[in-house]
């Protein structure tokens, strides 16, 4: 079936809602100009967040391992090091209003940190994670929700090679992260930032990059479920502007990072997504129970969508008021995926060639046939 009418004029209302709360907020300027250091600062989020906090009239000095390129403003100051290896020497003596550690997975990463900087910075702001949460299976909870449990012999003696092994444990060395973050700053100056998928121009996973792509080539879609299901996300550059505004406020504690500001169904996703691609997809509804017995998996297969009911009832419905109250606003989904379909035109043609989530156009059309096969039979 297509996207309706209904649900187009429903998202359009709620992106023009979203698109008056959003630039307002932007436009004030800062009460104070910051020094500020990223540990970080060239992957997804960090030129988006240097970006920002440069146009606000702030000085950014970025620190990393100087691999990978950004196009960064003139003006940023570089510092190099390695903090896989300790090698922290570069931010010794130095002093800055705010830190912002967004690559951290690893708890001797913030132990090492600390040794430097504590003292050296009045706060520290951590990107975190939704899934340092112990459960998915509670809808509203918000940042009180008890956290996942490091049960293993030794927490710094963690590595990234055990951690690309077994990701089982990337939600509690995150919440081992946080609370390694909050006993070397102190509570009054930590800040903990907990993202959901962070999509838009820029993301290489392609957990939503695959819908724009998907809508705009056209044909028949296979769609997840009943389209009543939840979904939260946030686009990178929402995320990375609303980091900045915390540094300028000195907001501290935890805050649960996702959007949008109001509840949205993956029906009226695609058709917000269809609405910024300029597409009219037909979409044929598939399942959950015909999708798990086609081996067809949430999240991967079905980038963004997760089952609303059992066990992951409360993985699309964390609640985001003190965030929204701290002054997070959100880009209209239209403007996120027409900006994520443009910047992925720009891959080359391998790369386009070669989503790396969601289903082949092979496995799609094998889904598609098998579904219609099913209906007849049961017709």
Known sequence: MTATRRSLVRLSALAA???LAGPAAHAQAPRRKLNILILGGTGFTGPHQVRYAVARGHKVTVFNRGRRQADLPAGVEHLTGDRNTGDLKALEGRTWDVCIDNPTSLPFWVRDAGKVLKGKVKQYIFISTLSVYESNATAGTDETAPLARY??????????????????????????SEAEARKQFGDAAVTLVRPGLIVGPGDETDRFSYWPV????????????DGKDPVQFIDARDLAEWTIRLAETGRTGAFNAIGPARPMTMSEMLAGIAQGVKAQPKLTWIPTAFLEAQKINAWSDMPVWIPGQGETAGFHRRSIARAINSGLTYRPLPVTAADTLAWFKTLPAERQAKLRSGLTPEREAALLMAWKTRATAAG
Do not use: F
């Open 17 to 19: 809602g979203l698109a």
């Open 214 to 225: 998907r809508l705009a080539r056209g044909g028949e879609v296979a769609a997840p479920g």
């Open 151 to 176: 049960t293993g012999a030794d927490v710094m003696a963690e590595t990234q090679e055990k951690l690309r092994a077994d990701m089982g444990l990337y939600g509690p060395l995150k919440a081992a």
